[in-house]
C-alpha cells in the first residue's frame, strides 16, 4: 500500500475515474443489492478503499475492471456483516422510482429485481459494464461456459416474466 | 451495450425474432440504467459510520497490513506534531467529501444528521450562513472530531472542530493546493478551516463558524 497520498494530481486523476465510472458503478452495485441505501455505502467505501490503493494500480487501462471488482468485494463485505434479510419484491416499488411511466421499463425492472442473483449478476456485467464472458468468469470465479449459460438462461427468464419466452430454460453447463 | 460473446440462443434466426431481440436487449440495457442520485455519495447526506466502525477499521488496518506511523500520520489518525499538515492529511484520507466544486442546495445535510455528528463530538453549531453539505465523526490526532464541508464561492471548505488542539495564534495552512488557518476560540479550543487556492469566501467562512460553534459541557 502507497503511504503517501498526499498527491494532488493523483487525486486529480482518480477524481476523474470516479467521475466517469460512478454511475455505472452504482448501478452494479444497486443490482447487486437491490438496495439504493446499500449501493450507495458500498459505493462509497469501495472508492475510499480504491483510493487508498491507487498508488498500486500498475495499469490506468484496467481501473475499471479493478473498480467493479473492489465494488464486489466491498458489498459482499457489507452483505455478510449487516446479516441482510432476503431482499422481497415488496422493496421493488421503494427502489425503483415508481414514478416511471414506460409500463414495459418497469415489466422488466421488476423481472431483474427477482432474478436470481447467479443470473442477474452476469447479466448486468455484461450489458451494464461491457465485459466479455472471459471477464465475467475471471471476475465470478466460473468457467466461461458456465457464464454463457448463466446469461442465456438468465434472458429466458426475463423473456418469461416479460411473458414472451421459451418454456424452458435449459440446464446450466459447465461448473460453478 | 457490449455485443462480445453474445451466446447464441438454439431455435435459429429469423427477421421477427432477430428485431424482437434487438427491443429485448434494448429494453434490457434501459432497465439495468437505473437512475443515480446527483450528488451520491460524496457530497450528499448520508449516515455517520458510528465510532466503533472507524476505530475497527484502523484497527483492523494495523493488523492486517501493518500500516506504518508514518501512514496513520498521513491519514491524521496520529498527529505528526505539525497541525496545519495533520488537517491537509485528513483532507486527503476523504477526498470524496470534496470532490464536487459546486453542490446543489438538496445536497445539504439534514439537519438531524449534523446534530448527531456534533453531539457526538461534543459541540454544537448555532445558525449560520454556509450550506453543510458534508458531515461527519472522524478520528483526528487520536480524538473523535466533527468534519464537515460547507460550501464555498467556488469550492468546498473543509471545516474540523477541535476542541482539545489550543493553539496560540492563528495557523496558515498552505499545502498541496490548500490553504486556511487554524485558528482559536474565545470558548477555547481551535477550528481548522481549509479549502482550495483562490476560494474568496474562507474568511467570511472562518468567522461565521467560529462564531457558531459551542462545546457541549
Known amino acids: 500500500m502507497s503511504a503517501d497520498i498526499s498527491d494532488l494530481d493523483r487525486r486529480r486523476e482518480f477524481d476523474a475515474l470516479v467521475r466517469k465510472f460512478r454511475p455505472d458503478l452504482f448501478r452494479y452495485a444497486f443490482w447487486l443489492s437491490r438496495s439504493r441505501n446499500l449501493a450507495e455505502d458500498v459505493v462509497q467505501e469501495a472508492l475510499l478503499r480504491a483510493w487508498q490503493s491507487y498508488g498500486d494500480l500498475k495499469e490506468r487501462d484496467s481501473a475499471r475492471q479493478w473498480l467493479v471488482t473492489i465494488v464486489r468485494r466491498e458489498h459482499a463485505r457489507i452483505y455478510e456483516r449487516k446479516q441482510l434479510d432476503t431482499v422481497d419484491i415488496a422493496n421493488f416499488e421503494e427502489e425503483i422510482a415508481a414514478s416511471e411511466s414506460d409500463p414495459d421499463l418497469q415489466r422488466m425492472r421488476r423481472a431483474l429485481f427477482q432474478l436470481d442473483d447467479g443470473y442477474r449478476e452476469p447479466l448486468a456485467l455484461q450489458v451494464l459494464l461491457g465485459h466479455s464472458v472471459r471477464e465475467i468468469g475471471g471476475l465470478l470465479g466460473l468457467p466461461e461456459a458456465t457464464v454463457l449459460t448463466r446469461l442465456h438462461r438468465a434472458r429466458n427468464k426475463l423473456k418469461q416474466a416479460l411473458g414472451s419466452g421459451p418454456e424452458g430454460a435449459g440446464g446450466e453447463g459447465g461448473s460453478a | ?217
Not at chain 2, 48 to 70: K, N, T, Y
Not at chain 2, 113 to 119: G, I, N, Q, S, W
Not at chain 2, 140 to 166: C, I, N, Y
Request: glycine letters at 10%.
Open chain 2, 1 to 217: 451495450m457490449n455485443g462480445r460473446d453474445r451466446e447464441n440462443p438454439p431455435g435459429g434466426s429469423t427477421p421477427q425474432r432477430h428485431a424482437s431481440d434487438e427491443q429485448f436487449e434494448e429494453l434490457l440495457a434501459r432497465a439495468l440504467r437505473i437512475d443515480v442520485p446527483e450528488a451520491m455519495p460524496a457530497t450528499a447526506p448520508r449516515r455517520s459510520p458510528p465510532i466503533f466502525r472507524w476505530a475497527a477499521l484502523a484497527a483492523g488496518l494495523l493488523m492486517a497490513v501493518g500500516l506504518s506511523v508514518r501512514m496513520l500520520q498521513n491519514t491524521g489518525y496520529i498527529g505528526t506534531g505539525d497541525l496545519g499538515h495533520d488537517v491537509v492529511a485528513h483532507i486527503h484520507h476523504e477526498p470524496l467529501a470534496i470532490r464536487t466544486p459546486v453542490v446543489p442546495p438538496e445536497a445539504a445535510v439534514p439537519q438531524a444528521e449534523l446534530e448527531t455528528v456534533l453531539r457526538e463530538a461534543g459541540a454544537n453549531l448555532g445558525p449560520m450562513g454556509p450550506m453543510v453539505r458534508y458531515a461527519k465523526l472522524c478520528p483526528f490526532r487520536g480524538k473523535m472530531v466533527a468534519h464537515f464541508v460547507v460550501q464555498g464561492a467556488s469550492g468546498p471548505v473543509t471545516v474540523l472542530l477541535l476542541p482539545d488542539e489550543e493553539v496560540e495564534r492563528p495557523i496558515p495552512v498552505d499545502e498541496d493546493g490548500f490553504i486556511g488557518t487554524i485558528v482559536s476560540l474565545p470558548i477555547g479550543g481551535s477550528i481548522a478551516v481549509v479549502g482550495e487556492q483562490g476560494e474568496a469566501r474562507l474568511d467570511e467562512i472562518q468567522r461565521e463558524v467560529a462564531a457558531a460553534v459551542r462545546w457541549r459541557l
